[in-house]
T-cell receptor
């Protein structure tokens, strides 16, 4: 049972390069989320998608874009990577949208920007 | 004031003891509360959820919620070295889930 799958697991980029982080879930969940986690900062929400066809900004959206490709897939794009975007990125999903449903996390993408 | 606050620790307890982890939140209308465990280099995994005042027990874990005082706690009984991890408190309010920065727990033999 795969749950939430993120690719790639590791990536090193140069400043100014672009890339897309992929996320897919096989639990038929409606809502999907992208977080970044930095030392001492906890998990901070970048963007979320409450349902297929909708996306909304979270706490730290600057420098990122997202696409909810279908119900299963939610991608995060860095158009012009900056060293401040070095972080661990987690994708999560939940069945009932915000509220009383817990989130299930992928294994994370460790991204370094040089 | 942070929306969700946790002591960063580390909290060190001997094996077999009770570990008590605390979390306070600022928004009185918060509705749902979760505890996640995160091992170093791994993703968070849900261990407890609680939605109403009082205690909720699941095995060695007990979550306690006091909405009047705006705190939620996690007790781990008979702590094991394998419980050594960072514990994240998460609080849902209105339209988003807010995570605390986590408390690092160390259980020593």
């Amino acid at each position: 049972n795969a749950g939430v799958t993120q690719t790639p697991k590791f990536q090193v980029l140069k400043t100014g390069q672009s890339m897309t982080l992929q996320c897919a879930q096989d639990m038929n969940h409606n809502s999907m989320y992208w977080y970044r986690q930095d030392p001492g900062m906890g998990l901070r929400l970048i963007y979320y998608s409450a349902s297929e066809g909708t996306t909304d900004k979270g706490e730290v959206p600057n420098g990122y874009n997202v696409s909810r490709l279908n119900k299963r897939e939610f991608s995060l794009r860095l158009e012009s990577a900056a060293p401040s975007q070095t972080s661990v990125y987690f994708c999560a999903s939940t069945g009932g949208g915000w509220g009383n449903q817990p989130q299930h996390f992928g294994d994370g993408t460790r991204l370094s920007i040089l | 004031q942070k929306e969700v606050e946790q002591n960063s620790g580390p909290l060190s307890v001997p094996e077999g003891a009770i570990a008590s982890l605390n979390c306070t939140y600022s928004d009185r209308v918060s509705q749902s509360f979760f505890w996640y465990r995160q091992y170093s280099g791994k993703s968070p995994e849900l261990i407890m959820s609680i939605y109403s005042n009082g205690d909720k027990e699941d095995g060695r874990f007990t979550a306690q919620l006091n909405k009047a005082s705006q705190y939620v706690s996690l007790l781990i009984r008979d702590s094991q070295p394998s419980d050594s991890a960072t514990y994240l408190c998460a609080v849902y309010n209105t339209d988003k889930l807010i995570f605390g920065t986590g408390t690092r727990l160390q259980v020593f033999p």
